[in-house]
């Protein structure tokens, strides 16, 4: 298991190290170049015209290292129905990188993102829930993974808002996986699990502020479809020793993150009678630099420890007391949920106004009255902002009267 640790980590760092240098390298390439035109994506958001495309590589990179890991352990017993979990979960994450590619370069409608979306989990959903679960729970565990699969994608691309952080969150939820597959001695877990670590550890050299590279919409979706692949293996390893949907929950220990981020955006978008699709500034993450002005190290340091916790009591409790894992995954969920408002509630506004948003959900799926303009086009723009304040007037008047 040990070589499987060291050649996994090694493949996977030294693919990624190359293709991040190869991406940051088109800089310097001449700006007629067709490889420049169609990989070389700035972010407009940042100020040090930071790459897009990060993701790519690291992508990349994992995919091969898994294929070339998988080749390399035939001294281990592994089963046809575990290979076959990870090929269709490979198959399916490339959906994912085309999508993210599309969407990085020309911006996609949300409701074009929700169909890749998916479609990537479905196909896998759909061709392996058979081999993950007994058949009498085949349609909840179908079911299940479905939400958890498009909640991971969206949740995991919420925690890319400052550099390194969603290095450090990844990271976290990688080892846990490590360590459960180690626990039973998995090495298909052992090696993907390995191999995330590898690729986010190449990646802080270009993403540690000031960030040169982003991971973009490709490695934030990616990393988190990973995961629900990690969950098959295990559930289908496991599927002997305990009931189908407590292993469930178990394998989802590690992914309470991302699944909550996704929760907490939603429910507080809504409670403000927004769209839970319109993007804000108010995560916790922006809230720890923002308004408690820590630095970035600081605010994704306290995000790492927090999921560093919160993961090893949850897998604590699991081993030492007789709780289900359900029931685990809920103490985890109200955590997450406790902290978020212990941290943010002081700068979160709530509408009294309950009344669910779907108007405004439809709208921002559908983009209605809103033109997408490729900065790249654009050499320099002005705005001027118009405040109508003649009822504001006429009221003064009034009072002067």
């Known amino acids: 298991m040990l070589d499987i640790i060291s050649v996994t980590f090694a493949i996977s760092f030294t693919i990624s190290l190359i293709g991040l240098f190869s991406l940051y390298y088109l800089k310097k390439l001449n700006p007629q170049s067709r490889i420049k035109k169609?990989?070389?994506?700035?972010?407009?958001?940042?100020?040090?015209?930071?790459?897009?495309?990060?993701?790519?590589?690291?992508?990349?990179?994992?995919?091969?290292?898994?294929?070339?890991?998988?080749?390399l352990l035939t001294n281990f017993e592994i089963s046809p129905q575990q290979l076959d979990i990870l090929y269709r979960g490979l198959f399916a994450s490339t959906i994912l990188v085309f999508y993210g590619y599309l969407d990085d370069r020309f911006e996609l409608r949300p409701i074009a993102k929700l169909a890749f979306q998916a479609i990537t989990v479905?196909?896998?959903?759909?061709?392996?829930?058979?081999?993950?679960?007994?058949?009498h729970y085949s349609n909840i565990v179908f079911l299940l993974y479905c939400i958890t699969g498009m909640a991971l994608i969206n949740g995991n691309n919420l925690l890319d808002g400052l550099d390194t952080l969603a290095i450090k969150t990844n990271i976290t939820s990688f080892f846990a996986f490590a360590i459960m597959g180690y626990q039973i001695q998995s090495p298909l877990i052992l090696s993907l699990s390995l191999a995330g670590i590898g690729v986010l550890c190449a990646f802080y050299f270009f993403n540690r502020n000031p960030a040169k590279v982003y991971l973009g919409e490709i490695g934030g979706t990616f990393f988190g479809f990973s995961y629900l692949i990690l969950m098959g293996l295990y559930q289908h390893h496991q599927l002997h020793v305990t009931n189908t949907i407590?292993?469930?929950?178990?394998?989802?220990?590690?992914?309470?993150l991302p699944v909550m981020e996704l929760f907490v955006s939603?429910?507080?978008?809504?409670?403000?009678n927004k769209s839970p699709f319109a993007g804000d500034r108010l995560h916790m993450h922006y809230i720890f630099t923002n308004n408690y002005k820590f630095s970035t190290a600081k605010?994704?340091?306290i995000y790492a420890l927090l999921n560093i916790a919160i993961i090893s009591m949850s897998m604590w409790m699991y081993s030492f007391?007789?709780?289900?894992?359900?029931s685990i995954v809920a103490i985890a969920a109200v955590l997450w949920l406790g902290i978020n408002h212990y941290v943010c509630h002081d700068f979160w506004t709530v509408s009294m106004n309950l009344q669910s948003p779907l108007r405004s959900i439809f709208n921002t799926i559908r983009k209605n009255n809103i033109t997408l303009i490729d900065v790249n086009n654009v050499e320099e723009f002005e705005f001027k902002v118009i405040i109508d304040?003649?009822?504001?007037?006429?009221?003064?008047?009034k009072k002067a009267a």
């Open 389 to 397: 304040s003649g009822e504001q007037q006429s009221d003064d008047q």
């Open 122 to 135: 479905l196909s896998f959903t759909l061709s392996t829930t058979a081999l993950m679960t007994a058949s």
């Open 246 to 256: 407590n292993l469930f929950f178990y394998a989802a220990l590690p992914i309470t």
């Open 38 to 71: 169609y990989f070389l994506i700035n972010s407009g958001k940042s100020s040090t015209a930071a790459i897009l495309l990060g993701g790519l590589p690291l992508a990349a990179a994992m995919i091969l290292t898994i294929v070339l890991s998988s080749r």
């Open 299 to 301: 605010a994704t340091n």
């Open 321 to 326: 007391f007789s709780i289900s894992a359900s």
């Open 266 to 272: 939603f429910l507080r978008r809504i409670l403000n």
